[in-house]
């Protein structure tokens, strides 16, 4: 799903040119996020931009797309840019929106970027590194750089795919969020909620588990956060399948995360009713 929603959001050269040998997670990502935005570019490695190139160049070139020139951008909060940034500003905006496209600079992008630029440790930096040919190596760099780009693209479908599903959800969750209490909300199938739910006023959410049975959580204060409006009961929390009906009086109820996030019951009404009860003790 990902390249077609995608293509024809933005308006990309079918040509593309970075540079050759030694590649990292900047022009790697650069290279999957231009792959999706247009599946039919065609991307050139070298070591010099032909006078005549027309296409997009980045990572090389000192243009608009590149970042090893003395008066480089750099981001408000001191975070230079590099190619992927600076082709991420460019055309996130008009794909995921704004909002989306700020969050993801600042969760994702920019450690790529700064790690990019000051070498700084980076786990996916590291991880996009080791597709290089070693040392002894008869391997093509062009053919390692694709294998790496295919990995990046992945990662950012998965990405993308996953902030789609949560736009498609957001009128299921909307409208379970209307017709329940405004403390524990009921939602009919497994979607993703937090974007939502985080700072409504409701503190727990019940939902069909995709292990079976009904699975209650606790909503984060804010977005990101361990910190919990409504946490289950500390009594109930890691203890064994065989014990929580008779520690809990929920006859079903099955599992409760040792940190107490979440908990699980073998029918919705033991799910609601344990959120229940993780209400009343947050009272007491």
């Not at 990572?59 to 408000?76: K, L, T």
Request: charged share 25%.
């Amino acid at each position: 799903m990902g390249e077609k929603w995608f293509a024809g959001k933005v308006s990309v050269p079918d040509e593309g040119f970075t540079h050759g040998g030694k590649f990292h997670a900047d022009d790697v990502f650069a290279t999957a996020f231009l792959r999706l935005l247009n599946p039919d570019i065609k991307i050139t490695r070298g070591f010099e931009v032909p006078p005549s190139f027309s296409g997009v160049v980045y990572d090389i070139g000192r243009g608009r797309f590149d970042h090893h020139q003395e008066d480089r951008e750099i981001r408000s909060n001191g975070c230079p840019y590099a190619a992927f940034g600076l082709l991420w500003r460019e055309y996130a905006p008009d794909c995921v929106g704004e909002e989306e496209a700020k969050r993801f600079d600042e969760s994702f992008v920019q450690s790529l970027d700064e790690s990019d630029n000051t070498g700084c440790p980076n786990v996916l930096a590291d991880v996009i590194d080791e597709f290089n040919p070693v040392w002894d190596s008869e391997e093509s760099y062009d053919e390692c750089f694709q294998r790496a780009v295919d990995f990046g693209k992945q990662i950012l479908q998965n990405h993308f795919e996953s902030i789609a599903g949560i736009k498609r959800a957001e009128s299921l969750v909307r409208q379970a969020m209307q017709e329940c209490d405004g403390k524990i909300l009921v939602l009919p199938a497994y979607v993703p909620w937090k974007n939502i739910v985080v700072g409504s006023g409701y503190q727990l959410v019940v939902y069909p588990s995709n292990r079976g049975g009904y699975s209650v959580q606790g909503v984060p204060v804010q977005p990101g956060s361990n910190e919990l409006v409504c946490a289950l009961p500390e009594e109930w929390r890691g203890k064994d399948a065989s014990e929580l009906p008779e520690i809990s009086g929920i006859a079903t109820l099955r599992f409760c995360h040792a940190s107490g996030f979440m908990a699980a019951a073998e029918t919705k009404e033991d799910a609601i009713l344990a959120g229940k009860k993780a209400l009343k003790a947050s009272l007491q």
